[in-house]
């Protein structure tokens, strides 16, 4: 009987360490996607710099092919400017205050920094691999860790609505 | 529990005519990039490479999605006309993935397919179709939650 309350304070605690720890992965995660998402501004805004400083790796002052790769880099940089980066403020504002929105736009930004660091490790499969598992490193992984991370703690931002 | 109604099954539905019909295209081309089947289907009848960074594309994009994409679907998709929620999560997910890569081909290939394919095509079966069906599943599937939730 006296016990009760004790446990229930312990529960509450091992909950607000749960709780947590789960944003600390989460906001750690985003930050790290933030980091691409900026690479991808400043490489819009100046991409002959962006490609000398090795963040992209075709240029549009190169050979036929070279501004192939810097085409198609550029629609993947335009795409991420677009999508994923309003979703990513929308995520941290949305998980700082608690709201369901924030939940759900960072599991969506974790769901495309897979998609997409895998959609480039088979496009660099046999060429240069190191960029891709840097991608890997940087946003896949650290995106699925996150994803189970959030959801365990799902009902907390179920609840606040 | 969300009981799947006329919706439900409507965008269900469109999903198997919109993704299916691409993997299964895409697994012809993984089993051979360079057999004229391949090309007919994903660049268009008697079209070749424009260059290895083309295929490679066309390639890493076939593994995403049927590593992915197609996995994602199918356990979504039963999991909403189970009427368990997180189906629709799944469903949101994958609609976020279909508007991302909608608008990576926007920026990279409309040019080429509105030229060789018209704009009929390109807005529908080509490149529009996914991008309906992601924002069709991201708002349905966020009203549902809302019902839900909220």
Known sequence: ?161 | MVEPNLFTWILLVFGMITLLPLIAAQTVLLRDPESRRAKDLIIGKGREWRDSTHRKSAIAFAWSDILLVLPLFIISSTTVLSGASWGYLLWIALGFICVYFSITFWVMERVTSVKYHGWFAYLTYYWGFFLYWGVGVIIYSFLQLSNMIF
Not at chain 1, 8 to 36: D, H, P, Y
Not at chain 1, 56 to 73: H, N, V, W
Not at chain 1, 82 to 109: D, E, H, Q
Request: proline share 3%; aromatic share 16%; charged share 15%.
């Open chain 1, 1 to 161: 009987m006296f016990g009760t309350p004790a446990n229930e304070m312990i529960k509450n605690r091992n909950q607000n360490q749960k709780i947590k720890v789960s944003l600390g992965i989460a906001f750690t995660a985003l930050s790290l996607i933030s980091l691409g998402w900026i690479m991808q501004a400043y490489s819009i805004f100046d991409w002959e710099s962006a490609f000398e400083l090795g963040l992209q790796q075709g240029t549009f002052e190169g050979s036929e092919l070279e501004s192939l790769i810097a085409r198609k880099e550029k629609g993947e940089a335009m795409a991420d400017l677009i999508w994923p980066l309003p979703l990513t403020i929308l995520a941290f504002v949305g998980l700082v205050g608690r709201k369901f929105y924030g939940w759900l736009s960072a599991m969506m930004v974790f769901s495309i920094c897979i998609y997409f660091p895998l959609f480039y490790l088979f496009q660099q499969l046999g060429s240069d691999i190191q960029v891709a598992l840097f991608a890997i490193v940087m946003w896949a992984i650290p995106s699925m860790i996150a994803i189970v991370a959030l959801w365990s703690i799902r009902n907390h931002y179920f609840q606040y609505g």
